[in-house]
């Protein structure tokens, strides 16, 4: 889990968050715990499933929580959402704003896909 405030700077002219900022967001959380199941470099590849429920306004705490759904022999696919706190209601519970699945591909020196720790993979490189 981490947690961000939605600034100024990363507002639309009507004062909303922009769902771009949102997403990095989302990509930094889930790319945690996919660092760490390839035990090293990995990219994203895919966002499927994404829905914006709620806007985010200046202020708003946004916590971040990410779960791994399922892993391949060089993948990882993580569902990742976001929750919301306005600043003036800090012992309400989140409200969810967004969720979606990324998934990750761990890759090596080359920029090649590898195996996931314990996983193999076929004579050409790629995910068997």
């Not at 990509?27 to 590849?45: K, N, S």
């Not at 800090?90 to 591909?105: I, K, L, P």
Request: hydrophobic share 40%.
């Amino acid at each position: 889990m981490g947690r961000v405030v939605a600034m100024p700077a990363d507002t639309n002219p009507e004062g909303d968050i922009f769902g771009g900022w949102l997403l990095a967001q989302m990509d930094l959380a889930g790319g945690t715990p996919a660092f760490e199941i390839a035990q090293g470099r990995c990219v994203t590849v895919a966002l499927d499933a994404m829905v914006f429920h709620e806007p985010v306004s200046v202020g708003d705490e946004v916590s971040l929580y990410a779960t791994v759904q399922k892993t391949g022999r060089s993948s990882i696919r993580i569902h990742v959402e976001a929750f919301k706190r306005a600043r003036n209601e800090m012992n309400a519970q989140g409200v969810r704003v967004t969720e979606g699945v990324f998934t990750y591909v761990a890759i090596d020196e080359n920029r090649r896909p590898r195996a996931l720790p314990g996983a193999e993979m076929t004579q050409s490189g790629l995910p068997g």
